[in-house]
T-cell receptor
């Protein structure tokens, strides 16, 4: 069965520093991977996805993610964190039938000024 | 225009009551979903509909019944509400292809007292 794991419950970074939120995946077949962000009392907002092609995917708000097939990882990155990036981040994978997104448990990103 | 809208945003009700949450999408998508987010922020797929047909029905009590009158609407009816049903329920939609991201509504916070 398809699954994703987010090994960190929380990531703390200082404003202006680079940030990384980790995600590893387990899939049968080609992986379709996604990152979402959830701000307090809000719905999930799509950030970026990997389907095929370049391993470095660029998305919204300056975020990017690096797909690494050998390490089965899809880490979310940003070169310079903003306080406003503080939120809950979810990694997700399409299930094998392609009928739903399967989410990781989420990682809380806290950016301090 | 809100892409995926759900009503109500907040719902407080007593145990044993029956309630409904409505969801509408104006994106022309073929597939709609209901997700449950528990108090630990875990997101779990409940139902998936494609062109008004039920695709996924995860291990959800049969007190939960989705209804899709047309492609743009997927409502969630819950009978005999229990304390454990308290959660945030998210509606989402996407195109049918595996490569497409899902768009989420703002969520309905259900509190059963």
């Amino acid at each position: 069965a398809q699954s994703v794991a987010q090994p960190e419950d929380q990531v703390n970074v200082a404003e202006g520093n680079p940030l990384t939120v980790k995600c590893t995946y387990s899939v049968s077949g080609n992986p379709y991977l996604f990152w979402y962000v959830q701000y307090p009392n809000r719905g999930l907002q799509f950030l970026l996805k990997y389907i095929t092609g370049d391993n470095l995917v660029k998305g919204s708000y300056g975020f990017e993610a690096e797909f690494n097939k050998s390490q089965t990882s899809f880490h979310l990155k940003k070169p310079s964190a903003l306080v406003s990036d503080s939120a809950l981040y979810f990694c997700a994978v399409r299930d094998q039938a392609g009928t739903a997104l399967i989410f990781g448990k989420g990682t809380t990103l806290s950016v301090s000024s | 225009d809100t892409a995926v809208s759900q009503t109500p945003k907040y719902l407080v009700t007593q145990m044993g009551n029956d309630k409904s949450i409505k969801c509408e999408q104006n994106l022309g998508h073929d597939t709609m979903y209901w997700y449950k987010q528990d108090s630990k922020k875990f997101l779990k797929i409940m139902f998936s509909y494609n062109n008004k047909e039920l695709i996924i029905n995860e291990t959800v009590p049969n007190r939960f019944s989705p209804k899709s009158p047309d492609k743009a609407h997927l409502n969630l009816h819950i009978n005999s509400l229990e304390l454990g049903d308290s959660a945030v329920y998210f509606c989402a939609s996407s195109q049918a292809q595996k490569s497409t991201e899902a768009f989420f509504g703002q969520g309905t916070r259900l509190t059963v007292v």
